[in-house]
C-alpha cells in the first residue's frame, strides 16, 4: 500500500503471561453505571438508556508509562473502571452472544478533564473536548476471560498515593456487562479488537502532577502509575 504520509501504528494492550499483544480498534464507554457515582454528579440513572461516549484508540496509556497532565484542563479527575475486550464482534447481539464476545478484562481509568465536562454540560454541548483527549485511557496488562472469573462479587478499586480514593464490586453496576455489549451493538457494529469501559463508582476526586495511582480489578489486573 503506497499512503501519501506514514500511517498511524497500531495502539495495543500487553496480554498478562505473554509477549503478546491485543490490538485497540475502538474504546466505547459507558457513563452513569453505577447509582452512587451518578449522585454524586447530580445525575439520574435511566436503566432503559445507557449513555455511551467514545475515546479514539490511541488514547490508551500502556506498559505503566506515565501519564501526561492534560492541557487546556485545571481539574482533571480519576474513574476506576473494569475493562473488557471483545474478541468477536456483531449488531444487535442478545446478551448471551454479547458475552460470548469478550476476549479478556482489565482495567483502566477513565480520565476526565471536569471543569471543561462542566461547562459542556452546562451548554448542553458533547463531551469529547472533556472525555476524548490524549492519554485519557490509561489501561493495564489484559488477562484472558478463561483465566479469570469475574462476578458480581468482584472487588474495583483505586488508590491514590497509597489512599483509598473509590471501591465497589462489579454487582453494584446499573447494567451488567452483556447488557452494556448487547446495547452497544444496537448502536454499532462490534468488532475484535474493541474496547469497553464499564463505568466508575462513587469517589471521583482530582488527580496532581506526581500523583501515583494503582488501580485494581481483584484478581484479574492491576494498573500502577505516576501522573507526569
Request: with cysteine; glycine share 8%.
Amino acid at each position: 500500500m503506497n499512503y501519501v504520509i506514514p500511517p498511524s501504528p497500531v495502539s495495543s494492550l500487553p496480554v498478562a503471561g505473554s509477549d503478546a499483544r491485543f490490538p485497540v480498534r475502538r474504546i466505547f464507554c459507558i457513563g452513569r453505571n453505577y447509582a452512587e457515582h451518578a449522585r454524586e454528579m447530580g445525575a439520574t440513572v435511566e436503566k432503559d438508556a445507557p449513555l455511551f461516549f467514545c475515546k479514539p484508540a490511541d488514547a490508551v496509556v500502556t506498559d505503566g508509562a506515565d501519564v501526561p497532565y492534560p492541557q487546556a484542563t485545571a481539574d482533571l479527575h480519576h474513574e476506576v473502571e473494569m475493562v473488557v475486550a471483545l474478541g468477536d464482534g456483531g449488531r444487535d447481539l442478545t446478551p448471551e452472544a454479547a458475552a460470548a464476545r469478550i476476549w479478556g478484562y482489565g482495567v483502566g481509568l477513565d480520565l476526565t478533564r471536569r471543569d471543561l465536562q462542566a461547562v459542556a454540560k452546562a451548554r448542553s454541548h458533547p463531551w469529547d473536548v472533556a472525555k476524548a483527549f490524549d492519554h485519557s485511557a490509561p489501561v493495564s496488562a489484559l488477562v484472558p476471560a478463561d483465566a479469570v472469573t469475574i462476578g458480581p462479587d468482584t472487588v474495583l478499586q483505586l488508590e491514590v498515593n497509597g489512599a483509598l480514593r473509590q471501591r465497589t464490586t462489579l454487582g453494584e453496576m446499573v447494567h451488567d456487562v452483556p447488557e452494556i455489549l448487547c446495547a452497544l451493538s444496537k448502536l454499532f457494529e462490534l468488532k475484535a479488537g474493541d474496547l469497553v469501559f464499564t463505568g466508575t463508582p462513587a469517589g471521583v476526586a482530582a488527580l496532581q502532577r506526581g500523583d501515583r495511582f494503582r488501580a485494581e480489578l481483584a484478581g484479574a489486573a492491576v494498573l500502577e502509575g505516576r501522573v507526569a
